[in-house]
């Protein structure tokens, strides 16, 4: 990332001081650190005096409704035009989808985010992939418009910066993650209230799936390979979306031994979409060798046939990627 | 807790700095914060020169061998006599158990710890129960010493707080802990490796137990009363033992939407075992229908039956202690 190529927190703060009516988008299929971001930004230029208008391509998801504000998100493009808008967290302006066009009507624009995009699509480009959270971006822009940040602001920013680094569980937990997360609880964030309404609400149906998931466990290389497996009928007995299986085979990394742990699960009859992890071994090339790809550490491919032969072949491939010893 | 009945860290420091062989002790059934919080200190000492033994009454938790120096852990007392003994973690001197004689046999002693205990056992007791880990307290006390700082005692540290703050999700998460944990960061310690390394890594069979209760949970009385269900041919199938089932309900307890969340297992045929839990409901008065007691928010009882009427049993008299409204 050259200099030249991103703006600096000031210019921020110098275009949104001057706007009157600002509208705050993030990007579709919104997570905490773009939900946070808007209400926290939301509720300091409100304090300001401003209008505010929070949009988002699809309706809040229910685990960051507790957000204070979260009630005001709309999903239609405000009828006043706005002089400013802000994308926070949007990497490209690919991601605001259908909120596109109301974002550049806006006479100037700003986007805020800590992803690597290369996009440059706003008037202002305050990008910063050091960060791990814009969230942390936004308070620093707080800060520097001299915001008063209350209880509701702490709550949000907090939210963002512990969704974005795996509530400090993830690479990117630097030491500024973790210093203004103190902060925010200094001022009123609540960290456990938080880790509870915000991380662990999972749908019955995902914890059915989950629970078959864990329940068709096998071992397979002396304990090296674990190997998980959904069919068409545990999502049609649970009533599971292809979406709830997200995360599942971080789960299984929880078990003790194995060094590359497998998910396949059932897409349509007899066809499987296969997710791969590893500790140390390159799942990526085991799935190369069908078509699939990914990391290193984290791989995915997708393989016809019955769960018997696909789990053979897959586990054979994997047999061969093991190094010697380690353990995941 | 009166400031009389506490020493200061200075006084903490005070004894330590004159001390040439120091011993180290925590508690029995040693966790995290015990662990981390000796070895940060044995290693700010010795790069002082002074001659310091790490004691334990239980071998060092497998999970906490990647700690730098926990290879140095013993379970004998030494045989040289220490000019000074440090008791860490500790909320009273019967938590030493079969150490006490060593640690009492030295001419001077110190107590560091974070609970609540009223017991002074030592020359010097920094007691202080608003701080959420003893490893900011040893924190405190290596910026006392003006010890360096590197990145193994940081990891030690880290692991201490992280530990004793359920890596920041617990109520004790205080500004302090987020702050310096962030400084720690800063320091060397590696927040991701740590969670990893020192997360509980799950058994194979306990997996396979966790499975079959979350693919048995049912929903009643409006989906307000969550019920999983495991009999003693889950325990034979997935070769699970009793103690497996520690920590199930509080996984149970992330399904969105019930406010009472019960697990009942069949410790002998038609014989079962119930945990309860709620985040408002007093489940300890629904448990005492049948027998059992508890906390507020987590009790549990003992029934005798099939698995339906058991069931049935248990969610008429939780129903009738659901509060009106709130989920859990």
């Known amino acids: 990332m050259s200099s030249e190529s991103s703006s600096t927190p000031a210019a921020a703060a110098a275009i949104l001081s001057e706007a009157a009516r600002v509208l705050i988008v993030t990007h579709e299929n919104p997570d905490g650190d773009g939900i946070g971001s808007a209400l926290a930004l939301r509720h300091a230029l409100r304090a300001r005096g401003k209008e505010v208008h929070c949009c988002l391509t699809?309706?809040?998801p229910?685990?960051?409704?507790?957000?204070?504000?979260?009630?005001?998100f709309t999903t239609a493009?405000?009828?006043t035009e706005p002089d400013c808008a802000v994308a926070l967290d949007c990497d490209g302006s690919a991601r605001l989808g259908r909120l596109l066009p109301a974002f550049e009507r806006a006479p100037v624009t700003c986007s805020i985010d800590h992803h690597n995009g290369l996009q440059r699509f706003a008037t202002v480009n305050w990008v910063?992939?050091?960060?791990?959270?814009t969230a942390l971006m936004v308070y620093e822009l707080l800060r520097l418009l001299c915001a008063e940040i209350d209880a509701d602001i702490a709550t949000c920013l907090y939210t963002g910066v512990a969704a974005d680094t795996g509530f400090f569980r993830f690479q990117n937990t630097t030491p500024e993650a973790l210093a203004v997360a103190g902060e925010l609880v200094g001022l009123g964030a609540d960290p456990s209230g938080i880790a509870r309404r915000s991380a662990e609400?999972?749908?019955?149906?995902?914890?059915?799936?989950t629970g078959r998931a864990l329940a068709s466990l096998g071992q397979y290389v002396e304990g090296r390979v674990l190997v998980g497996v959904l069919d068409l009928e545990d999502f049609v007995a649970t009533e599971a979306r292809p979406e709830d299986t997200d995360g599942i085979v971080d789960q299984l990394k929880q078990v003790a031994g194995p060094q590359i742990v497998i998910l396949i699960r059932e897409s349509e009859p007899r066809r499987?979409?296969?997710?791969?992890?590893?500790?140390?071994?390159d799942v990526s090339s085991v799935c190369r060798r069908f078509g699939g790809g990914g990391?290193?550490?984290?791989?995915?491919?997708?393989?016809e046939g019955?769960?018997?032969?696909?789990?053979?072949q897959l586990v054979d491939a994997a047999a061969a990627a093991l190094s010697p010893g380690g353990a995941l």
């Open 77 to 79: 493009a405000p009828e």
């Open 272 to 281: 499987w979409r296969v997710s791969m992890r590893s500790q140390e071994a």
């Open 295 to 303: 990391h290193a550490l984290a791989a995915g491919c997708s393989l």
């Open 201 to 209: 609400a999972v749908p019955l149906r995902k914890a059915l799936l």
């Open 128 to 133: 910063d992939p050091r960060r791990p959270a």
């Open 58 to 60: 699809d309706p809040c």
């Open 62 to 72: 229910e685990k960051y409704a507790f957000l204070p504000g979260a009630e005001v």
């Open 306 to 312: 019955p769960a018997s032969e696909v789990v053979e």
